[in-house]
């Protein structure tokens, strides 16, 4: 073995007495001691050299000298004979106690680089962190002041800006990092120090700040390399924590339920067991689980064992910072490990907070779900489904808590990763939310997604994402001021919003509008038409504020206000916000309003204007000095304003848009051609006049679009007809035709070879010529058209002409029309010109739809069929004004005509042989027809109760397609005044319709028209009540209801049983009807109205609508149903049902007076048996139950008594599956040969054999025969 390398190094370092040493003496040696330690190799070193220099160096007058550069080298002295004499340390304990106690003096001096000695405290910490030192500290005996003394001396330097973090720390980790590997445990003060770094940090993140907090760096350096020791220390101290954080005290007990949620923001709680927590210390201990978890996840393996035992707590408090903690501990991805994967229990467990019993608890569970679903794909399917849920939440915090985090879901995140039908579904049925917030939100929510969608190709054409629009829109129809205001919003900012760009703009405009269904583009064309209106009423208020010397200004203001402000929200206090604004009197203001409500401004001025007003109502400034402002806060007036000015503003179809539009419309290549056709169609109704200077354009486009045709009868794809239409409507508003000779030759030869839509519209363009011009038109029309010819592929087209001009111009067919009535009757409707090839699905199909029999070929003959009744029912208009006698001679055999499609379900072929498809068209269209006569008073007499009593069987047929379209229909003429109010009471037959939407859009129209009618002063106010009489009339006659109540009758009082079904069956029928009309019309202003007129029907004779038929007593037992109906409402509503003191007679064509005698015995008379009366309170209660609850909730109420179901079960499913067999008595269905009074019958009186049998499905399964003359 080679001899050890000796130092050389001979000089005293220790002063004594007789040899004392100067400080700078001493300060020369030790550096010279220093020098030849430092380069002296472990391996290589004689160690009994260092005898002597190892003892002076711990002698108490170098350790404790005061000299700083004394210390230093003394420090970095004893680093390296600690170095060379490794791994055994050649002191003892208290000594190494003294040495690191000395060593621990100095680490505080890292900070000050300027020092002299700054190289040896450098050197000194990396020799100990090199030759891991420091675990001769974690050997000796109580250690932890010295390791607690070393943490926090390094966490302190960390701290100081003048310390080199980036030479250094590398250093201080491996120290710290040593005494944790072989400290047999560490104080808590340590740790505390360890993971406090993690809770300052995160209050950095949440100030949003990037910067890390000193010391930060070393513990997560630390806890990364030490995970599975601090992994135990950590979970030790969190149970120690919580232990901390809770307290026994039984002198306090508090019982938690939902009922206190308003707890959770309170520092304490107490459990049921009088346990009281530290909610702030508790908050804190789980976020800094939370930020272990973002940073070392590893470290709360156990500690996740915890968290799972708190989700099952008793406090909802607990539970709620638990299911907080899991939340942002899944949202954050990437991350080392799994969570759902590695702790499955918890994450299920998890997954169930949003059932939990609290309220509070649910709202937790969903509040962290958009920052999960954003940061990961895994589990999306999970949290989605959980959403699902707390969207359809009793409580409605927790749905509006859905709500509120969807929004903040990236519209991206929300399209790619949670969009799904179920969710949208949900969504879709939430926008009607009866709560105002939960509501806005979504209304908010869905149009901020189509507003982002529809910028991108690959969402645009979803279909959940083109429904947005519809459902948004559809709210229009619950007329509701406040949904409305949030309607006009969404549409202005999110669906339509504003852009400078022309062409992207009207390109939104024409995409939305092309994937509006039926109801939603009728909703927005509503709120187009509305447009103008109330332009015109701001126009009108300016002038009257500018006029100085009109006498009545503050009444007409006043007037306006009032009419303006019926449309807004109460809570916009809008007649007070109005008032206000105009009291400014800000000249500026009323000239920008002016220049935005006036139709021809163009789109910049409009949208700049309402900017500029805008930005001034928000400066405060502007109300300071006002004190006519305390009635009225700023946000009121601004919501008003910025409300007026949208409603107001011509945004939608100002001369910009309708530029564009005019492009589009002329490339018949554009993918919105079709859409933007439709919307000039309705510019030219509201809007002409910004139309006028681009008609020309439409007609010269038409005009060149013609030369190139090829009419030929196969010709039946043609949009012609929608420019024809945009010209027709613009010359409705009493505008000349703007065309040459070549413009009359082309719609001429519309007229005789177009399509059956073009030769419509061009009759009617062609009547808006000079008389001479279009005299010599419409004869050469008739001429060539006529004789008909029913093989000409151009039959269709010549009967739409004839159609039109029999409204337009009589004279010009004049001489045919007998001729032309006898044919279409021989010809048409009574023959049916079918290809045998038809295909087998055509033959079961039950509906043409729109589209179908415009422009298919094999509906041909159906078009003929209806054009057949438009044309016949257009000559009785023409002549609605002639003598009485000649107008009953033509229009009577029309009108049975028209009522025996309707009776025979579309049938009156003698063949039988009409597809089922053209059957439900014809009784729809007869029915149409027939409500269109009806408004002229030549025919009211005979278009009597017997034919509207007919119409009943289209509210309730078989095919949705016909109930829905003839209640369309229906719906419009009654809004419009276009149709007898004989007709109303048909709306309560959809009393039993099995379709929910036609059903809900049908009860929104009732109770909107009611409420609008209900408001007015003019003899329209009373309208439903007098339509409810007649309603009781129809349902006595209704054949179902005949039959029930006969069947009823004709049971023996012996045959117990048998007569209590049969009751119960007849009421239900009824029953259903009387309450379904009552829970829309009935108020606590009327309901003695009601009353008084149901008790009426006993003083009189009901006059049967069947000739020679005498009345039964089946309407009294319905007046006294409908009498007990109304007091059950009134005890449920708490409405005193008083006298009426008013008299109001019955109508006189349904009802006659009875004698005194008769009368006041039917008064005295009880229709309806003792018995039975708790049957029919109990069958009342139950469908005003089903018509104020929602299906969904009756499913989950509990079962009702044996009787309750049977006649629920009775009552919707299953009354009255009959076949009707009765023969009508007196039917005017004679067989068709000709229209002429005198005729032969006008229907064949018997279709037996057919396939038909006159026989037919009505909606409600029960099977009615076409041939009864129950009507």
């Known amino acids: 073995m080679t001899e050890g390398r000796r130092l050389k190094f001979k000089e005293e370092i220790v002063s004594t007495v007789s040899n004392p040493i100067s400080t700078r003496e001493l300060l020369t040696r030790l550096a010279e001691l220093h020098q030849e330690l430092s380069i002296l190799e472990q391996s290589q070193v004689d160690l009994a050299s260092l005898s002597v220099v190892k003892e002076q160096l711990v002698n108490k007058k170098l350790l404790k000298n005061t000299n700083r550069g004394v210390q230093a080298l003394v420090c970095c002295c004893l680093t390296d004979v600690l170095r060379l004499f490794a791994p055994d340390a050649p002191y003892s304990s208290s000594t190494l106690a003294s040495i690191f106690r000395l060593f621990l003096q100095q680490f505080p001096f890292l900070d000050d680089q300027d020092s002299v000695y700054y190289p040896h405290y450098v050197y000194m910490l990396e020799r100990i962190a090199e030759v891991k030192l420091i675990a001769l500290m974690t050997d000796l005996d109580h250690n932890e002041k010295l390791i607690v003394r070393l943490f926090e001396t390094f966490y302190a330097l960390t701290s100081n800006e003048s310390f080199d973090k980036e030479k250094l720390q590398p250093a201080l980790i491996s120290i710290l990092n040593e005494v944790i590997s072989e400290a047999n445990q560490l104080d808590l003060r340590v740790l505390k120090l360890i993971l406090n770094k993690f809770l300052a940090n995160s209050k950095n993140m949440k100030n949003q700040s990037n910067i890390r907090v000193p010391g930060f760096d070393l513990s997560l350096a630390l806890c990364e390399i030490n995970s599975d020791k601090l992994s135990r220390l950590v979970t030790y101290f969190f149970s120690e924590m919580i232990l901390e954080a809770t307290k026994n ?78 939340s942002k501990m899944l949202a954050m991805q990437p ?270 001025t409009i949208v700049n204007g309402m ?95 013609a030369r190139n045709i090829d009419f030929c009868g196969t010709r039946i794809h043609s949009d012609c007809w929608k420019d024809l239409k945009i010209i027709h409507k613009f010359l409705e508003n009493g505008d000349r035709v703007c065309g040459n000779r070549e413009f009359y030759d082309t719609l001429f030869e519309f007229s005789i070879k177009g399509t059956v839509l073009e030769a419509k519209y061009s009759v009617k363009i062609m009547n808006k010529m000079e008389e001479e011009i279009k005299g010599v038109y419409f004869v050469k029309m008739v001429h060539h058209v006529w004789p008909l010819n029913i093989g000409s592929s151009f039959f269709n087209t010549h009967l739409s002409a004839l159609c039109s001009l029999f409204l337009c111009d009589l004279i010009s067919v004049d001489h045919i029309k007998e001729e032309l009535s006898e044919f279409l009757a021989s010809e048409v409707l009574l023959k049916n010109r079918l290809k045998e090839e038809e295909n087998e699905e055509a033959k079961l199909s039950t509906w043409i739809s729109d589209e179908d029999l415009n422009y298919s070929i094999e509906n041909t003959n159906c078009y003929s069929k209806i054009l057949a009744m438009k044309l016949l029912t257009n000559w009785l208009i023409s002549i609605s004004d002639y003598p009485t006698a000649e107008v009953e001679q033509i229009a009577k055999p029309i009108l049975s005509m028209l009522s025996s499609f309707i009776n025979r379900g579309g049938e009156i072929v003698s063949t039988n042989d009409t597809p089922p498809r053209f059957a439900s068209r014809l009784r729809v269209h007869a029915g149409i027809e027939l409500t269109k006569l009806s408004q002229y008073p030549s025919y009211e007499t005979l278009i009597d109760q017997r034919r509207i009593n007919r119409l009943i069987l289209l509210v309730q047929d078989v095919e949705m397609n016909v109930r829905k379209l003839f209640l369309e229909k229906l719906k419009k003429k009654i809004i419009q005044n276009r149709v007898s109010k004989k007709f109303l009471p048909l709306i309560f037959f959809t009393a039993f319709e099995p379709e929910k939407s036609l059903k809900l859009t049908t009860t929104t129209w009732i109770t909107a028209l009611f409420t609008k009618r209900a408001s007015s002063s003019n003899t329209e106010a009373l309208i439903f009540e007098k339509s409810y009489i007649r309603l009781l009339h129809m349902l006595g006659n209704h054949p179902e209801f005949k039959e029930l109540f006969g069947s009823y009758t004709e049971v023996d009082d012996s045959q117990e049983g048998t007569k209590h079904d049969a009751f119960k069956e007849m009421s239900m029928f009824a029953i259903t009807h009387i309450v379904y009309a009552l829970s829309l019309i009935s108020t606590f202003d009327n309901i003695s109205l009601l009353y008084y007129l149901s008790q009426r029907i006993k003083q009189f004779e009901a006059i049967s609508t069947i000739e020679g038929e005498h009345s039964d007593t089946a309407i009294y037992f319905i007046s006294d149903l409908s009498q007990a109906a109304l007091k059950y409402i009134g005890k449920v509503k708490n409405w005193n049902i008083s006298i009426w003191p008013n008299q109001l007679s019955l109508p006189s064509d349904l009802f006659s007076k009875l004698s005194n005698d008769k009368a006041n015995e039917n008064v005295k008379t009880n229709f309806i048996p003792d018995k039975y009366a708790s049957a029919i309170d109990e069958l009342i209660r139950l469908r005003w139950r089903a018509e104020h609850t929602p299906a969904k909730s009756r499913k989950n109420k509990k079962k009702h008594s044996q009787l309750e179901v049977q006649a629920l079960e009775d009552g919707e499913d299953n009354t009255g599956k009959r076949n009707f067999t009765k023969k009508r008595k007196n039917s005017d269905d004679g067989g068709i040969r000709s229209l002429k009074e005198g005729d032969q019958d006008y229907v064949e009186k018997s279709t037996k054999g057919s396939k038909y049998e006159g026989v037919r499905r009505s909606k409600r399964s029960r099977r009615v025969d076409y041939n009864e003359e129950t009507y």
């Open 611 to 705: 900017k500029e007003i805008l930005n001034r109502l928000r400066d405060g400034k502007l109300f300071d000095q006002n004190k006519l402002f305390e009635s009225v806060k700023t946000g009121e007036i601004y919501n008003t304003i910025q409300l007026l000015m949208l409603r107001s503003s011509n945004v939608f179809l100002n001369v910009d848009n309708i530029t564009e539009l005019i492009e589009i419309n002329n490339d018949s290549t554009h993918q919105f051609n079709q859409a933007a056709k439709l919307l000039l169609t309705n510019i030219s109704i509201i809007y002409p006049e910004n139309l006028s200077s681009s008609i020309k354009g439409i007609v010269d486009r038409l005009v060149e679009k």
């Open 249 to 326: 005290d039984d002198a306090y007990d508090m019982d938690y339920s939902e009922s206190d949620d308003s707890e959770d923001n309170k520092n304490n709680s107490r459990d049921g067991q009088g346990l009281m927590i530290d909610m702030v210390q508790m908050k804190k201990i789980h976020t800094l689980a939370v930020e272990l978890w973002r940073y070392v996840p590893e470290m709360l393996t156990s500690v996740l064992g915890l968290l799972d035992n708190e989700l099952e707590a008793d406090d909802p408090l607990v539970r709620s910072i638990a299911t907080d903690t899991i």
């Open 335 to 604: 991350s080392r490990i799994n969570f759902p994967a590695t702790f499955a229990s918890t994450y299920l467990n998890w997954l169930k907070k949003n059932f939990d019993i609290s309220i509070s608890l649910r709202r937790t569970w969903i509040n962290g779900s958009a920052e999960i679903l954003e940061a990961r794909n895994d589990i999306t399917s999970d949290i989605v489904n959980g959403l699902l849920k707390t969207l359809v939440d009793s409580n409605d915090k927790v749905r509006l808590q859905t709500i509120v985090e969807l929004k903040k879901l990236k519209p991206s995140t929300f399209l790619d990763k949670v969009m799904k039908d179920s969710l949208m579904d949900t969504l879709f049925k939430l926008i009607r939310e009866k709560h105002h917030t939960i509501r806005t939100e979504i209304i908010n929510f869905l149009s901020t997604i189509y507003n982002y969608a529809t910028k991108e190709e690959t969402h645009r054409s979803h279909r959940m994402i083109q429904d947005i629009p519809n459902h948004i829109l559809n709210l229009i129809y619950i007329n509701d001021n406040t949904i409305n205001a949030e309607v006009d919003i969404a549409l202005c900012e999110k669906i339509l919003p504003f852009s400078s760009n022309t062409e992207a703009r009207v390109n939104r405009l024409l995409f939305t509008l092309s994937v509006l269904n039926d109801k939603a583009r009728q909703s927005f064309l509503a709120i187009l038409r509305r447009q103008p209106q109330v332009s015109k009423v701001i126009l009108q208020l300016i002038a009257i504020i500018e006029d100085e010397e009109d006498e009545h200004k503050d009444q007409k203001i006043g007037n306006a206000v009032k009419w303006l402000s019926k449309g807004f929200p109460p809570t916009y206090n809008p007649q007070e916000s109005l008032q206000s604004f105009i009291s400014l009197d800000n000249k500026r203001f009323f000239r920008l309003l002016r220049v935005i409500s006036t139709p021809s401004s163009d789109y910049d």
